[in-house]
């Protein structure tokens, strides 16, 4: 959950300088993850965090490119990427037209027009020495990654030959990569191939600790820890019933939150607005199908009874 | 005159244009095309003092900018100094010398 933006220079090209929010939280948790990351990073081994949705991934990759303190190339996965999404490629020309009258009488006219190369963000990174972090990169395709096997091994970018001079970039020492993927079961997401898999530390995340949830909650919401407890411990008791087809996660937690901050009401299941923001918030996470609308009774009266139990 | 080489020796063609025409009319042609020479002559000094002036102004204002470049590259450090000096350039600063575009984002 990132917010974002302001730019210096019109027209040129952009480099993301990352840092926490105001509410930003550092748990012991966060502070112990962040840590070992750094220290692969440090040795020049790109990190990988793996993990369900909602279980802060992306937002700790940011976090510890912040602490590298070199601007973030962000690359966000995707089904259509190609190789030349990643380093770039020829995209327009340039023409060039030069009129020589050095000698008055004599007219000398020459005219021509080249490809023109553009780096994409890996290529940019790899000159420069940003960080890149590389969000969801299971969700391009594994051959669109292959690039990054050279990247992340002999530290040389390889670039499509006769395209340009330098086809080969060597990989600027400051060069560090973070990645972010969800588990291989998830939706639309594709087999990291064993290459690239081999050349990562992969730091696997699940969902945060009580504390963490509980401070992460109330510094995003406003609430007071108490009323966020209440609403973390009714999401976390949701989430160990198992009765949902889609695992209810810190974010739920700090959108009842942040509406019920917003809205001014307490976590209390005399509120029948609450209530309702609960129920709109969890009930979603059951498919909308035939099948599960039969469960519904039985999984709205759970719920109430979870929001009796943790707000009455 | 006693003549020094061939060339203060007259041509027939030389005596003639520098002799005075016999007759009114020759006389008369002539002055007329001598007033139209210098007529000529005198316009193009003219021109050649203009230029002669402007190329001296502007021959003025460069050795100004001269003196002022020199007394400014005098007061300056070189670049190994400013360096070593500590005054290397951050990140930032690197990064708005190359003309990045600055992007804040906040997670």
């Known amino acids: ?312 | 005159m006693k003549p020094r080489g061939m060339h203060d020796i007259p041509t027939a063609q030389r005596l003639l244009s520098h002799s005075i025409p016999a007759t009114r009319s020759k006389v008369a042609t002539q002055l007329a095309r001598m007033e139209q020479e210098k007529t000529r002559l005198e316009q193009e000094l003219d021109v050649w003092v203009g230029k002669q002036q402007q190329t001296e102004e502007r021959l003025q204002k460069v050795r100004q900018r001269i003196e002022l470049l020199r007394r400014a590259l005098d007061a300056l450090p070189a670049e190994e100094e400013r360096k070593d000096s500590g005054g290397q350039l951050t990140a930032g600063e690197e990064r708005k010398a190359k003309g990045w575009r600055e992007i804040t984002l906040e997670y």
């Not at chain 1, 008055?104 to 963000?121: F, G, T």
């Not at chain 1, 007071?224 to 609403?231: D, F, G, K, V």
């Open chain 1, 1 to 312: 959950m990132a917010v974002a933006a302001r730019s210096m220079v019109e027209g040129a090209p952009a480099a993301l300088s990352v840092r926490p929010r105001p509410d930003f939280v550092e748990t012991p948790t966060i502070k112990e993850l962040t840590g070992r990351a750094l220290a692969y990073l440090a040795a020049d081994f790109p990190v990988h965090f793996r993990g369900p949705a909602g279980t802060g991934k992306t937002t700790l990759a940011l976090h510890v490119a912040a602490q590298l303190g070199r601007p973030v190339m962000l690359i966000a996965g995707d089904e259509e990427f190609a190789t030349s999404d990643l380093i770039g490629g020829q995209y327009g020309y340039r023409y060039r037209k030069v009129i020589d009258q050095f000698i008055h009488s004599v007219l000398k006219y020459e005219e021509d027009a080249a490809q023109r190369w553009v780096d994409h963000r890996l290529t940019t990174a790899c000159r420069e020495g940003f960080t890149l972090v590389y969000d969801e990169f299971t969700r391009s395709r594994p051959e669109a990654n292959n690039v990054l096997l050279g990247v992340l091994e002999e530290q040389l970018l390889i670039l499509p030959t006769m395209s340009r001079e330098d086809a080969y970039v060597k990989v600027h020492p400051d060069f560090r990569a973070i990645f972010t993927s969800n588990p291989q079961e998830y939706a639309g997401i594709h087999e990291a191939q064993d290459a690239l898999s081999d050349r990562l530390v992969t730091i696997d995340l699940d969902y945060y600790d009580r504390e963490t949830e509980i401070a992460i909650t109330a510094a995003r919401s406003g609430l007071p820890l108490e009323e966020a407890t209440r609403i973390v411990d009714l999401v976390r008791d949701y989430r160990a019933s198992g009765e949902y087809d889609q695992t209810p996660t810190l974010r739920s937690c700090i959108m009842i939150a942040r509406v019920s901050a917003m809205q001014g009401l307490r976590p209390s299941a005399q509120d029948p607005r609450f209530v309702r923001i609960c129920l709109d918030l969890l009930e979603s996470k059951t498919a909308f199908t035939s099948q599960a609308r039969e469960r519904r009774p039985q999984q709205r009266k759970m719920l109430l009874s979870l929001i009796e139990h943790h707000c009455g």
